[in-house]
Each structure stands twice: as C-alpha cells, then as structure tokens.
C-alpha cells in the first residue's frame, strides 16, 4: 500500500490525509452501524489521530449515541454534513475511525476483518479469505505484531485521557 493516503467530503470543504496504515480495518455489520450508515455495514480503519494531516476546513464533532451507551463523536463537514471519521469514547480523540469509503482511493484499504457478522444481512456474502466473528474479537488474536506494538504505546495516553474524563463527569 502506498502512504500517505487522502480523503474528503462530498463537497471538498473538509480534506484529510492518512500518514500511514491504519492499525487495522473493521467491517462493522452490527444494526448500530446499519443505522447510523445507512448501508449494510460500516467500513472503518482504525488509526492514531496525529497520523490524520487536516487539509482543509476543520469538521464538526457531532456527539452521538452509541450501542455501547458511552456516546461517540462523529466528525462531519458542516456544509455537506457527510461522515468522515469517528472517535468512540473509549481511547476519545486519540484513535480515530476513518470512514474508508471517504478515502480518494478506498480500494487499497479493504477489511482485515467482519465484526458482527451475527447481524449481517442475509443477502451480504463475506469473503472467505477475512477473518469474521460473530461480535467482537481478541485483538491479540486477529491484529499483527506492528499493529499490536502501535496500540501498547497508546495505551498510557488512553488510559490517562479515561482516568480524566471519570474525574470530570459529576
């Protein structure tokens, strides 16, 4: 794969660069992600935010539910409204999900897994050469070793960043 890697919204107002490779790349068939997609699954490839150049104009961090009831933030262009990348509440703006589709070139970041996949559609074949579990999965399990190396250094940052948003809630 060839890095840096960018992506935009609809109208072009909001452009972004990824770094490098993601740590890893969902695809995402939970009903949530139907929902909040609209689309039968969310692809989603999950990287440290300062691999992500902002091009453009700054997006909106839209607060918005979640099935895991902690909330999300999702970044959308304030014009066009499309969704570019989340932050889910546990590791907050320190790992960012980019929606691959927003990618210039989203052909060269397929799924390095199916994530609950017991709620797919019916009618969605999956590949047979990608891992896919029923839920979730172990991490220790599906990711590689550089993968793994890049997560272990987050942890400090994201537990630090958790210990102080338990310390500010009322």
């Known amino acids: ?52 150049t902002a091009l453009g104009v700054k997006p909106e961090l839209v607060d918005t539910p979640s099935h895991s009831g902690r909330g999300q933030q999702i970044a959308r262009c304030k014009t066009c409204r499309v969704a570019l990348w989340s932050h889910y509440s546990s590791a907050g703006p320190l790992v960012t999900f980019v929606r691959v589709g927003t990618l210039d070139n989203p052909d060269v970041l397929p799924p390095d897994i199916h994530i609950f996949t017991e709620s797919k559609q019916r009618w969605v074949v999956l590949p047979p050469n990608v891992p896919a579990v029923p839920v979730y999965y172990d991490r220790q399990k599906y990711w590689p070793q550089d993968s793994l190396l890049r997560w272990r250094a987050l942890l400090p940052l994201i537990e630090e960043y958790q210990r102080s948003n338990r310390q500010s809630d009322p």
């Open 1 to 52: 794969m060839v890095f840096p890697l960018e992506g935009r919204c609809d109208c072009g107002a909001v452009r972004y660069r990824v770094e490098t490779a993601p740590m890893f790349v969902h695809c995402c068939h939970c009903r949530w992600c139907q929902r909040e997609s609209g689309a039968s699954f969310a692809l989603n490839a999950m990287i440290e935010s300062d691999r992500i």
